[in-house]
């Protein structure tokens, strides 16, 4: 007889020391926020892993660059979050996965929605309005539409030949009758700066999702970045690039109109 599902956990993929590196910093601040929630870890060395504190820890045999698109199907639980290795866990999650009750699965946007990467799709052109989301923090259940759909995004994506799963992802949101939602950004937050503009009432940052923290993976003599301060200080200064590289000053960056003018480009 099979085991039956554990309930709700979470699961980590991780190749290459780098990356099991990152995942272990991710644990211990899911394990902080959410002690009595499972986590689990795919990973092409699972003997590095040991003493890690992952719960469980599944080999990958044939590890790729998308091996995550492989493993989320291989999740043991009925409710499952996946998560980057560069993220961090700031908050408990309190009834997250009771949107899995309703919804099938649950992603978010990404965030540079006017960049041509994130509106591309591989077999459909969708509104502006229909972007690619985010598959660094995906939550699922297990049911026979979530397996078939998982399956379909890996066979998919392994006969495109592009680089970004979430191309085929968008395609197969846009096309199937599946159920699902879009998560707050407080669960997926892509930005730090963005609590600038955030009041006390407005969200909890629940989980931090940034690829500033592999910088030191991909580019040779980056610090690593190990504090979400040291994260804050490095997106501002990326933010300030940003906005002088378009002509506006820093100082004047936070004027509406400016900011407009930038966005939306000349009239007419």
Partial sequence: MAKKAAKTGVIYVATGPEYLDLARRSLVTLKKTNPSLAADLFTDAPEAAKGAGFDRVHRIDTPHARSKIDCMGL?????????????????????????????????????RRLSGLIQQGHAHATPYAFPQMNSGVVLYRKSEVMERF??????????????????????????????????????????????????PLD??????????????????????????????????????????????????????????????????
Wanted: proline share 5%.
């Fill in 75 to 111: 999740s043991r639980f009925e409710r499952t979050l996946y998560l980057d290795c560069d993220t961090l866990v700031l908050a408990p999650f309190g009834e997250l996965f009771r949107l899995l009750e309703r919804f099938e699965i649950a992603v978010a946007h990404d965030v």
């Fill in 150 to 199: 998982l399956a379909e995004w890996a066979k998919r994506f392994r006969a495109s030949g592009v680089a970004r799963d979430q191309i085929i992802l968008k395609d197969l949101l846009w096309e199937s009758d599946i159920r699902f939602y879009v998560l707050p950004p407080e669960f997926n937050l892509r930005r730090v700066t963005l609590l600038d503009a955030w009041e």
């Fill in 203 to 268: 969200a909890r940052p629940t989980i931090l999702h940034s690829h500033r923290f592999m910088e030191h993976i991909r580019k040779p003599g980056a610090a690593p970045i190990r504090e979400v301060g040291d994260l804050l200080h490095r997106e501002r200064d990326a933010l300030v690039e940003e906005w002088t590289a378009r002509g506006i000053l820093p100082e004047d960056r936070r004027e509406a109109e400016e900011v407009l003018r930038v966005l939306l480009g000349p009239a007419g």
